[in-house]
C-alpha cells in the first residue's frame, strides 16, 4: 500500500530523537515546499526536522491508494510549475523523478458533435483553430508568443525574495546593505523592462489588470477557443472570465516547463507524491530527518518575542531557535502563535486575507476509459482526445460566468465546470491493466452552500452525481464505468490537507495578494514579526501550484540570516 511505501521512504525517529538535542530549525509540515526547504537548509549543514501531521508526506502534491490497485492524486494532479534550478540543484530526476509529457495537452468536446484539440505541435493547433476560425488560428502563435515574453519577464521574480523593507535593522551597514540589495533587484527590473519595451510593457499591464475575458476578446473570436483558454484564468479561484485581475492566471498556460519546453504540463510516474518523495530524498540524503504523525500544537516563544520551538499535539517539546511554517498563513498566526504574541494590525491584516474557496476534486477509478461520441472512434484504447486535460461543461465563457455566479449565490454550480485528466493513460505504475485512473477538478462550490449541507452524506452523492451526469452527456457510458471515487470538497481540503477554507494556494492569488503584498503588506520577505519563524508556503511569494519557490527562497533567507547573525 502507498501509505506503508511512504513510512519506509521517511524515517520516523521516536519523540526520544527528536528532543534529544536543540536544532538548527525545524519545518513544520512536510509538504513540497518544507521539503524543499528542509533539503536546502540541510545542504548548507544545519541540522534540521521535518514535522508532517499526516500518516504521509507531501501535502496537497500527495498519492494516495484509497481505492486497492488505484493510487490517486489526491489534490495537485499535474507537473509544470516546478523550478527547473530547484530540479537540477536537488538532482531530483536521480531521486526518481520522472515526468511524462501529455500531447495534445487539451481537449475540449462539444454537445453538438465538434471537439478542439490544443498542444505542443503548432501544425495540429493550426489544423483544429482553423475548424472554428482561419483569423484565430492565425493567432494563437502570437497570444502563445507574447505570454511566453511575459513569463520570461516574470521568472526571476520568482525565485528571489521580495526586496522587502527589512525591519529590525539598527545598524547602518545594515541598513545601507538593505538599500543596496532593494536597489540591485529594482534596477534588474527596469533593464528587463527597457528589453521588453514600452508597447509590450503595456500589453503587460493589460493583462495584469483586465478580465480574462476581456482580453481573450481582444484576441479570438470563436467561443470554445477562448472558453477552453479561459479555464486557464480561473483555475483555483472563486473568480469568473470577467473578474479584474483573471488575466494574470492566463499565465499559468505558459508559466511553467517540462524539460525545457516551455508550456508543457505534465503527469508525474507514481502521482504527484512523486515529486514531494523524490525532494524528500534529497532532503534526507542532505541530513534532513522527516518525521511523519507529528502534529504540531502551538510555537513556544520566549522573550522578548523570539520562538524557541514547537510543542507537538501529544506534549513532545522540541527545540530550535529557527522554525519555518509551511502550513498557511491562517494557520500559523492563528493558531500555532500563542495569543498576545503578535501586533494586532498584523493579526487584523491575516485574518481577513482571503482564503476562500470553490474547488472540489474527484478522484475516480474506472473500469474503462471513457468514449466521447464527438470523436466517433469506438475505439476502447487511448487516443489523443484522451491524452491531455479534457474540458466538460465549458463550451463558452458565459457558461463559466454562470456557474461561478451559482456559487457567489451560495449553491454548487447547477453545470460544474470540470478539468478531466486521466494519467494512467501514459503513466501504468497507478492503475491495474485495462483499469484507469480519473481525476476531476471541479468548480464551483462554496464552503458553506445555502441549499445543504457537504457533512451531509446524500448532498455530497448527488453533487458527485450531477458532475457524473454532465460527463455523461459527452461520453455515454461513463457513470457504469465507476468502480468507486473520493471526493474532497472545501471543508474537507481544510480538515485533511490543513488549507485554510480550502484553498489550494494558501490564501488568493489576486494581484492585492502577490509579491510585496503576499501574505500581508510589508512581511512578504518570508520573515515575520515572530524572530526566528519564517514562512515557506504558498501563502508566502512567490504563491500557490506545486512550484516549490516559496520553500527554496526561504530557505535562503534563513541561511542568511544565520550567517549575519554569527
Known sequence: MWRQQTRNLCSVPSG?????????????????????????????????????????????????????????????????????????????KRHGLKMLKRSPSSFTPCLDGRYLLLGPDKELNYSEISKFSKRDAEAYPRYENQLENFCKFMDPLLDSSPPETLQGISSFNGRMKSKLQKSVFWAHCLRRAL???????????????????MVLNNWFENDVLKATLATDAVIGTTGSPNTPGSGYVLLHHVMGETDGERGIWSYVQGGMGSVSLAISRAAKEAGATIVTEAEVSELMIEDPGRVCGVLLADGTQVRSSVVLSNATPYRTFMEFV????????????????????????????????????CCKLGNPDAGPQHMGTIHIGSETMEEIASGCQDAVNGIPSRRPIIEMTIPSVLDKTISPPGKHVINLFVQY????????????SAYRKSFAERCFTLIEEHAPGFISSIIDYDMLTPPDLEREIGL?????????????????????????????????????????????????????????????????SQ
Open 16 to 92: 526520544r530523537s527528536l528532543t534529544a538535542k536543540k536544532w538548527d530549525a525545524l519545518v513544520i509540515g512536510g509538504g513540497h515546499n518544507g521539503l524543499t526547504a528542509a533539503a536546502y537548509l540541510a545542504r548548507s549543514g544545519l541540522s534540521v526536522a521535518v514535522l508532517e501531521r499526516r500518516h504521509v508526506i507531501g501535502g496537497a502534491a500527495v498519492t494516495e491508494e484509497l481505492v486497492p490497485g488505484y493510487k490517486f492524486s489526491r489534490c495537485s494532479y499535474l507537473q509544470s510549475l516546478l523550478r527547473p534550478a530547484l530540479i537540477k540543484e536537488l538532482e531530483l
Open 195 to 213: 528589453v521588453l519595451g514600452q508597447k509590450e510593457m503595456v500589453d503587460f499591464m493589460d493583462l495584469l489588470l483586465s478580465p480574462a475575458s
Open 338 to 373: 500563542p495569543k498576545n504574541v503578535l501586533p494586532d494590525d498584523f493579526l487584523h491584516a491575516i485574518k481577513n486575507s482571503d482564503y476562500s474557496s470553490a474547488t472540489t476534486k474527484i478522484n475516480l477509478a474506472v473500469n474503462k476509459l471513457p468514449q466521447f461520441h
Open 445 to 456: 462550490t462554496p464552503y458553506k452552500p445555502s441549499d445543504g449541507s457537504w457533512e451531509d
Open 500 to 564: 485554510t477554507g480550502g484553498n489550494i494556494f494558501h490564501g488568493a492569488m489576486g494581484l492585492d495578494s502577490l509579491f510585496l503584498m503576499r501574505p500581508v503588506k510589508g512581511w512578504s520577505n518570508y520573515r515575520t514579526p515572530v524572530r526566528g519563524l519564517y514562512l515557506c508556503g504558498s501563502g508566502a511569494h512567490a504563491g500557490g501550484g506545486v512550484m516549490g519557490a516559496p520553500g527554496c527562497n526561504a530557505a535562503h533567507v534563513v541561511i542568511q540570516d544565520i550567517k549575519n
